[in-house]
Each structure stands twice: as structure tokens, then as C-alpha cells.
């Protein structure tokens, strides 16, 4: 069996990728979440995964500046890219809630930036490393009461939050572009 790292947790947007890349390549794989790109392209580097999987760029909000760092930390090679549908929900902890904050991954808050600026005039953006790790840390207690995350329909509910808003994308034809690395 091989093993498929991936920037994010479970319930990530990029768990999905891998999922995807496995089945398309016919891979009999073990996911293996490793929270950010840098430790995607670390894992390759040492040997403990065999593959990675990490977002490069998305359509609305560009590159993926994470990505681009990380991949210049050793010889890896980006083996195949792939386009993946990307939908984003707003959760809170309570109904009721009054919102001070949003959190989520860096590019998700760019994906949503016009629509969470309609919904939350004035709100302080705060970057996680995650969008599924936002949905864990608001539930856990780790983000205040009042914030807000965007993240996945699936991690939203896992966790136990209240759904404010799905689809809340800039553009309803929302794509990230995904690249399967390993050791050159």
C-alpha cells in the first residue's frame, strides 16, 4: 500500500483531492494528513509518504504562495495536476451568534472575500492553516464563540456547527487546480 500525503486534515478540501488522484490512478493508498504543503513536501522528502497531494492555485484567488515556498525545499516533481470543484459554507458555533471574526485557510477567505464582505461588513479575516482544521479549532474552543469559519460542508457538520451559508464562493464555477508530487 502506498502512502498519500496531503496539505490539511481530514474533512480538507485537499483529502478530497487525494481521494480523487487515488482512484483515478488506480493507487491503493493510506492518506496521510500533514496540515500545510511544506509538511506534504517534507514527508516526500524524507521517504515517509510516497506521494503528496497540494493545492497550487485556484481560479479567484490565485496561486497558492504556500505551495510555491514549499516546493522549494528539495527535489520533488509535480507528477500530474488536476481541476477540483471547490464549494465553501459558512459555520458558527451557535445559532444566534454575533460574528466579530471569519477564520479559514488563506485561500479561502480570498475565494469568498466579496461574499463574506456582503455578510459580515467589517469582520477581521483571520488565516488557519485549514479549512477543515478552522471548523476542529471553533468547535474545540480554539477560536472564540463569535468567529465565523468557512470551510467544507462535510467538516462543518462533522464537527458540530451550525451551517449559516453554503456556497459561498466569488464564483459558483469555483475550481482548484491540485498537483500529485513525489521524489525526483
Known amino acids: 500500500m502506498k502512502k498519500i500525503g496531503y496539505m490539511g486534515i481530514p474533512l480538507s478540501n485537499s483529502e478530497k483531492a487525494a481521494q480523487v488522484i487515488a482512484g483515478k490512478r488506480k493507487i491503493d493508498a493510506e492518506l496521510v494528513p500533514l496540515v500545510s504543503s511544506e509538511g506534504v513536501v517534507r514527508a516526500i522528502l524524507s521517504g515517509s509518504i510516497d506521494y503528496g497531494v497540494v493545492a497550487v492555485r485556484n481560479m479567484v484567488a490565485g496561486p497558492v504562495l504556500e505551495t510555491e515556498k514549499a516546493m522549494k525545499l528539495g527535489n520533488v516533481r509535480n507528477v500530474e495536476e488536476f481541476s477540483m470543484p471547490i464549494h465553501h459554507c459558512v459555520f458558527i458555533k451557535r445559532k444566534g451568534a454575533k460574528i466579530s471574526a471569519v477564520a479559514s485557510h488563506v485561500q479561502a477567505l480570498g475565494q469568498t472575500y466579496r461574499n463574506i464582505s456582503r455578510l459580515f461588513p467589517g469582520v ?5 492553516e485549514d479549512t477543515a482544521l478552522a471548523a476542529e479549532m471553533l468547535a474545540d474552543g480554539r477560536l472564540p464563540e ?12 462533522h464537527y458540530g456547527l451550525v451551517l449559516l451559508k453554503d456556497n459561498v464562493e466569488d464564483d459558483p464555477d469555483n475550481l482548484t487546480d491540485f498537483a500529485l508530487l513525489e521524489s525526483c
Open 124 to 128: 477581521d479575516r483571520l488565516e488557519v
Open 146 to 157: 463569535d468567529t465565523a469559519v468557512i470551510c467544507g460542508m462535510a467538516a462543518g457538520l
